[in-house]
């Protein structure tokens, strides 16, 4: 015979409960429904450890040295002199190729100081700008910035293949970096010593072939290759030289 129907606001789930335990009255369903719990309380556990607590533990936070803002000097309103029509011609005014075809990377103070020249007098009236001209414009050196993509030295790569041969925008591997005005703080994977964005934001990150990359991990590489028809590139010595 079934219950009747829980009409007087009593508790639902015993009622539930045994009135399945009627209908399959050989399993014994209360101690199902606990061992259930007990595999929920444990899988959700795992997975606060492994996806939320373990890579938070595997990586340790750097700040840059100061900070630098992209967008502000990529806006000719405030910023007069970065030359170039296009966006990705103003990236070239301080990152550019060499003669040789090289790539000149992050821009040594030299650039800077076509601008900042006067460590007494700064052009804003920002901190980090007092930071900068004090810090290292008037003591001549060099910022010891952290490279987010930096791959280990076992690795070959060029700009100028990507970039001028294969045409790619900047964004398409380095996301939205020239957008951001704060720079967030360079992550070291304990491990292996490799920055985080090498590695992804998520440890179990498998590859979605999306667009920007949130990783530059071998087979993120590879993967670009084969989908542009470059599967010429994905032989071991052609990364590794
Ligand atoms: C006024 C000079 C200047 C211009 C113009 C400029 N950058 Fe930069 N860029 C820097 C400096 C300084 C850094 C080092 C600090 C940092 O990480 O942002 C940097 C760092 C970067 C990095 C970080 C590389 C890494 O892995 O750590 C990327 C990516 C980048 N720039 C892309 C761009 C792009 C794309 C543009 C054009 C839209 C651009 N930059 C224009 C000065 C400039
Ligand atoms: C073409 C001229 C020019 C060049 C080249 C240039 N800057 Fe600037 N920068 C400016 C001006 C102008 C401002 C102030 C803008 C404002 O506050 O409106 C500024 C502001 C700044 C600030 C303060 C930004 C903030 O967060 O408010 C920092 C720090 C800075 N620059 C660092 C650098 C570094 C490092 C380089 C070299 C990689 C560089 N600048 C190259 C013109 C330049
Ligand atoms: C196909 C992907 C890809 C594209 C496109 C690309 N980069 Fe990079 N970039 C990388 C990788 C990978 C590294 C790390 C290289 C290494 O460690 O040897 C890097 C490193 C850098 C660095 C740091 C270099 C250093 O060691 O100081 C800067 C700055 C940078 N890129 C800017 C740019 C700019 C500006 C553009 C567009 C003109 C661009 N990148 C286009 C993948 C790319
Ligand atoms: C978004 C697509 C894309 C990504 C990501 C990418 N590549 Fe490439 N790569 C290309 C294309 C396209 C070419 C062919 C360029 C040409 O010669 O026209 C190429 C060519 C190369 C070459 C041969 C050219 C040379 O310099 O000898 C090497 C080596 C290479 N890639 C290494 C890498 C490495 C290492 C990474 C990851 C850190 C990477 N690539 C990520 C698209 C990509
Ligand atoms: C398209 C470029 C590319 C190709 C092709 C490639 N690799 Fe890699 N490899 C990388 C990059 C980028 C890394 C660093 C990031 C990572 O660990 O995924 C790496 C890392 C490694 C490492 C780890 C090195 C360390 O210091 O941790 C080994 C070992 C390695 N590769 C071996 C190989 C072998 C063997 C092949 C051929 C079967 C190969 N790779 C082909 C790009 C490539």
């Not at 032989?235 to 590794?240: P, Q, R, S, Y």
Request: net charge negative.
């Amino acid at each position: 015979m079934k219950k009747p129907a829980n009409s007087s606001g009593q508790s639902s789930k015993g009622g539930l409960l045994s009135s399945l335990s009627g209908l399959v009255p050989w399993v014994d369903l209360e101690s199902v429904v606990r061992v259930g719990i007990f595999f929920v309380v444990g899988l959700v556990g795992a997975l606060i450890v492994g996806w939320i607590i373990f890579p938070m533990v595997l990586y340790s936070e750097q700040p840059q040295p100061i900070n630098f803002n992209h967008p502000l000097h990529l806006d000719p309103e405030r910023v007069d002199g970065i030359e170039g029509e296009t966006k990705s011609e103003k990236c070239l005014f301080c990152h550019p190729f060499r003669e040789d075809g090289s790539f000149g990377g992050i821009p040594k103070t030299e650039k800077c100081t076509e601008c900042h020249d006067d460590p007494e007098s700064p052009l804003g009236e920002s901190p980090s700008e007092k930071e900068f001209l004090t810090g290292f414009v008037a003591e001549e050196k060099e910022v010891p910035w952290l490279v987010y993509s930096k791959q280990p030295d076992c690795v070959y790569f060029s700009h100028i293949a990507h970039v001028k041969m294969g045409g790619l925008e900047c964004s398409t591997c380095h996301g939205k970096h020239s957008e951001t005005e704060k720079l967030p703080p360079y992550e070291k994977n304990r491990l292996t010593g490799y920055s985080r964005d090498i590695w992804g934001k998520r440890i179990s990150a498998i590859y979605f072939s999306q667009e920007p990359y949130d990783r530059m991990k071998m087979d993120d590489c590879a993967a670009c290759h084969t989908k542009k028809g470059r599967e010429e590139n994905n032989a071991c010595f052609v990364c590794h030289k």
